[in-house]
């Protein structure tokens, strides 16, 4: 998958276990893949400040900061297996500013690679006091 990333900073996240796992920062966007994102949420502000896509191939999950607003988007990924137990749980943000995006890709390793069959809970919130979110689930299945 090409990617076009104009500034990259590396984010450590402090994962459930103390697993490190790292997300990358860019100011671009990640090219969606051919066939389109299997999902896509925004936060709950009218102007939909926030966004979170992912493709479930790869792991691929890509943050972006959509509006000029002086907050920025965090979201928060938990996955579980059939039992409820917790499988990964880590949380990425966009910080920079209306365009900055961060990708975070089970080539990652770590907390970041999402085992297939567990349920996925995605919440994305704007920061200044965790307002506007909203949290959307899917089965990683491929």
């Given at each position: 998958?090409?990617?076009?990333?104009?500034?990259?900073a590396?984010?450590?996240?402090?994962?459930?276990?103390?697993?490190?796992?790292?997300?990358?920062?860019?100011?671009?966007t990640?090219d969606?893949?051919?066939?389109?994102?299997?999902h896509?949420?925004?936060?709950?502000d009218?102007?939909?400040?926030?966004?979170?896509q992912?493709?479930?191939?790869?792991?691929?999950?890509?943050?972006?900061?959509?509006?000029a607003?002086?907050?920025?988007?965090?979201?928060?990924?938990?996955?579980?297996?059939?039992?409820g137990d917790?499988?990964?749980?880590?949380?990425?943000?966009?910080?920079?500013?209306s365009?900055?995006?961060?990708?975070?890709?089970?080539?990652?390793?770590g907390?970041?690679d999402?085992?297939?069959?567990?349920?996925?809970?995605v919440?994305?919130?704007?920061?200044s006091?965790k307002?506007?979110?909203y949290t959307?689930?899917?089965?990683?299945?491929?």
């Open positions: 998958m090409r990617r076009r990333i104009a500034a990259l590396a984010t450590t996240v402090i994962a459930a276990g103390g697993m490190l796992g790292t997300a990358t920062s860019a100011s671009a990640v969606p893949p051919s066939g389109g994102w299997d896509t949420w925004y936060t709950t009218a102007s939909h400040g926030g966004r979170v992912v493709e479930e191939y790869g792991d691929i999950i890509n943050l972006c900061d959509t509006k607003d002086g907050k920025y988007p965090e979201a928060h990924i938990l996955a579980y297996d059939g039992l917790i499988r990964r749980d880590f949380t990425i943000n966009a910080k920079g500013g365009g900055v995006c961060t990708v975070s890709t089970a080539s990652q390793g907390a970041h999402i085992p297939e069959g567990n349920t996925v809970s919440s994305i919130w704007l920061i006091g307002t506007n979110q959307g689930e899917y089965v990683n299945d491929h």
